[in-house]
């Protein structure tokens, strides 16, 4: 069954540094998504993609945030200076459209010290 | 603003019992979801529910969607030790650009 694969599935960075977190997205889907889940906490939107801009972003998604899909296959979330509260689990998503559901990646946890 | 409420949000029975989560929101959608999650785990998808009425079996959960009443039923029927685990409804906002999610049920089935 197709995945969505996200890469690393852990990262420990120290506030104040960029880090660049990596989706591969099913291959024919045309949606892709970020969520993130603080620990212990509720699923949390950060933003939605579709044909190449961003379709939706919420108040987390600042300008400390940015995604591309660089190429045809990967699809990234940026945070230019990371802060101690964004530790969390983030999710990548993707899917044909809302209709068939979503599937998430297993996720990567970022830890900022 | 949507919001999603879950109830309860803890819940502890025993096998063989049956039991229900309620999922309620609070605006206009015709689409929710409902997920499982498992310790440190990624999201696993269990019903995609589209339509007011809608009702979707597999194995011994069965969720259901009422969008007049905006509320949203997992039921679980005679519980097994595997079935614990964190249970997630989502609602679909704007179509295919945001899911709102409930705070999540956390569902320890004992032996």
């Known amino acids: 069954e197709p995945e969505v694969t996200q890469t690393p599935s852990h990262q420990v960075t120290q506030m104040g540094q960029e880090v660049i977190l990596r989706c591969v997205p099913i291959s024919n889907h045309l949606y892709f998504y970020w969520y993130r889940q603080i620990l212990g906490q509720k699923v949390e939107f950060l933003v939605s993609?579709?044909?190449?801009?961003?379709?939706?972003k919420s108040e987390i998604f600042d300008d400390q945030f940015s995604v591309e899909r660089p190429d045809g296959s990967n699809f990234t979330l940026k945070i230019r200076s990371t802060k101690l509260e964004d530790s969390a689990m983030y999710f990548c998503?993707?899917?044909?459209?809302?209709?068939?559901?979503?599937?998430f990646g297993s996720g990567t946890r970022l830890t900022v010290v | 603003e949507l919001k999603v409420e879950q109830n309860p949000l803890f819940l502890s029975m025993q096998e063989g019992k049956n039991y229900t989560i309620y999922c309620n929101y609070s605006?206009?959608?015709?689409?929710l979801y409902w997920y499982r999650q498992d310790p440190g785990k990624s999201l696993e998808s269990l019903f995609v529910?589209?339509?007011n009425g809608a009702v979707k079996q597999e194995g011994r959960l069965m969720a259901s969607l009422d969008t007049k009443a905006r509320l949203s039923t997992l039921h679980i029927t005679a519980a097994v030790h595997d079935l614990s685990a964190t249970y997630f409804c989502?609602?679909?906002?704007?179509?295919?650009?945001?899911?709102?999610w409930g705070a999540g049920t956390k569902l320890i089935i004992k032996p």
């Open positions: 993609f579709y044909n190449n801009e961003i379709s939706e």
């Open positions: 605006t206009t959608s015709d689409r």
């Open positions: 529910l589209l339509s």
């Open positions: 998503a993707s899917n044909l459209g809302s209709i068939y559901g979503y599937t």
């Open positions: 989502a609602v679909d906002v704007h179509s295919n650009y945001q899911l709102i």
